[in-house]
């Protein structure tokens, strides 16, 4: 679901944007977001509702509201209230397998994500005070 919101996204960014004063006049990132929403909302029902589908459709709608009104996310947060949204509607779910397995890869990668991400911010802070010695 994330690569047809991706594809959606940068597709219909691309097209506002080889349009002559269009980006100019409109805020063609937040209807990209609008439209890559809404095709993830259809392929969600199309899909057939899984909780895996859940999952992928709530992530997705939180980091692309954070497009429409302009608000970093959060990716620990977000699976958060994934979790918490998908158990809202259907409690039950927190014993199935498919549950499990879903929210545990995706914490896995989210948490993988974010260390190597503050190692890398380390490593260049570092990287800039040996510089500042250096000069």
């Known amino acids: 679901m994330a690569v047809v919101a991706g594809l959606i996204f940068f597709v219909i960014r691309a097209f506002f944007t080889l349009i002559p004063g269009l980006a100019d006049r409109a805020p063609i990132k937040k ?24 999952r992928s459709f709530i992530m997705i709608a939180v980091v692309l509201l954070g497009a429409l009104f302009d608000r970093p996310t959060l990716t620990m947060r977000t699976l958060t209230v994934a979790a918490m949204l998908v158990l809202l509607f259907a409690p039950e779910s927190v014993v199935h397998p498919s549950f499990q397995m879903s929210f545990a890869a995706t914490l896995a990668l989210v948490a993988g994500c974010t260390i190597k991400l503050r190692a890398n911010a380390v490593a260049r802070r570092a990287r800039r005070t040996m510089r500042r010695e250096r000069d």
């Open 31 to 54: 209807r990209a977001a609008f439209a890559a929403l809404m095709v993830t909302g259809f392929y969600l029902v199309l899909s057939g509702n899984q909780v895996a589908t859940q």
